[in-house]
């Protein structure tokens, strides 16, 4: 008797803490949808958007415009633009679709929470502290690769994780590695930066499971490959091109450690303000869950929760940023919960007269509110920051401010030379269709430096400074830092253009031009 109402206890427990996080949840999405606005969230989010556009338009990715991604975020953007038609708007449906993305993200991390402590305060806490860490709060609003990369892995992660009990039956185990494993699959295919968790998996799962593993190997490789096939047909065989030598994450030939050590510096400091607190108690709790001798599987959780916490190492490459911590926010979630909910049980914060002693009650209405501030006080922030879309690139008023120039002085479909993010929106096309701005301006500096020949690059600036000497680019925005630097582009606006104007964003200083 004892034990089933033990049981029926934890059930209980474990339905409220659902419902909480339901509540919270749509709490978070109400909050959304009154802040939807069209309002430019970042670069990345611009470039994917408008190759999305271009696809869903007829367009192939890699053979007709160059990309440096896996191509399936950008044919899962592809049909949300088509879905926005015929609802009425993409850009809304896009940023709907997000929302919804990442709550059910947040539901993921609440089952690796509970597949790992069997917990349900720590379901609930870890699934309220995925939602509301700073850096995803405010990447996930944007249609980014590391979006969907997040969702992939971490349900992998899940499915790897022993069940127990009957859920631990090999055909139900099975079932399990062959989902990991195509799921593991769809990672690579999102964005090259899966592929350290991708090995991780591909070691660990051999070592785990011996010849059971055929069934997380064989749909991983066999249907891996498939796909490989059939981009390489579709992209006439210039995908492998693409997706490898179009990488810009790389390292300076010279000064390599003194680079290193500058963004590591720079980037890791913005991410140690914003999320350092509980990035400090999920070690702790890692820390803790290491010595721990009931929880099977210990080694696998232990080193994909490091590799979680290295992502911070990504920082270092060049064009990557401090957006890329959010691939370890799912497991940095689970163990500062963990961590957390243990620390309150050991202090007895819910214990029976704890709180009717005024021995406990004085310092406790000082101390803790105290500790939630410091906690919480830089996420919150920028949390409200992210809100006021003060974290983006371009707030609601700016970009209706362009989208009304841009109206102005050009007609839909006709050329422009901008940020990606005005062309998508407004309906335009870019040269080229060279939406990576970043990535091209990477490619000549590159070959620039070291006196190479890049025939990408070059038919590039071709079909660039051709288009700007024949006045058929209508509106030029020239970003100071990227294009305006390369030569040949800024000798052939200063020579057929007229400047207008200047737009100051969060990143971008952009030079404004109409033809002469």
Known sequence: MQLQTGEKHGQDALRLSILSLILVGTAYFAVGLLTLSPAYVDFG?????????????????????VSPQPPLHLFCGAALV???????????TVRVFLLLWHLATMGMVAAVAWRLFKRPMVVFVSGLIFLFLPIGFWWSRGYQSENWL????????????????????PGKETKRLVLAGLLS?????TNMTALPYVLLFLVFVPLRFGKRSLAFLSPFFLVGAAVFLVMLIYSEGTYIENVWSNQIGTYPKENTLQYFAEKLSGQGVKILYLEGPMILLALLGLARYMRSTEVPARMFVTWYSLFCFGSILFVTKGGTMDYIFSLAEPVLSVFAA??????????????????????NLVPALVLFPTILTVLTFPALR???QTLAEETYENNTEGVLGVMNFIEQHSKPGELVLMPAYYAYLSGRRLPYDCSSSYMWFMRWFNADRDGARDAKVERLLETVTGALRRKEIR????????????TPIR??????????????????DLEIFLPQ
Not at 341 to 354: N, Q, S
Not at 479 to 486: L, T
Not at 491 to 508: D, G, I, K
């Open 491 to 508: 000798q052939a606006v200063e020579e057929h253009y007229r400047p207008v104007s200047r737009l100051q964003t969060l990143n971008e």
């Open 475 to 486: 509106i030029v925005f020239l970003h100071k830092r990227q294009f305006g630097v390369i």
């Open 150 to 169: 997040i969702l992939w892995l971490t349900w992998a992660f899940f499915l790897l994780l022993p069940a127990g009990g009957q859920d631990d039956s």
């Open 82 to 92: 088509r879905l926005g038609q015929l609802l009425g708007s993409e850009i809304y």
């Open 338 to 359: 963990w961590f957390l909910c243990d620390l309150i049980h050991e202090l007895g914060l819910f214990r029976k007269g704890f709180w009717t002693q005024k021995a």
């Open 382 to 384: 920028f949390e409200a």
């Open 45 to 65: 989010d611009g470039n994917y958007l408008y190759l999305s556009k271009r696809i869903s338009e007829g367009v192939r990715v890699y053979r007709d415009m």
């Open 185 to 189: 699959m769809l990672a690579v295919y």
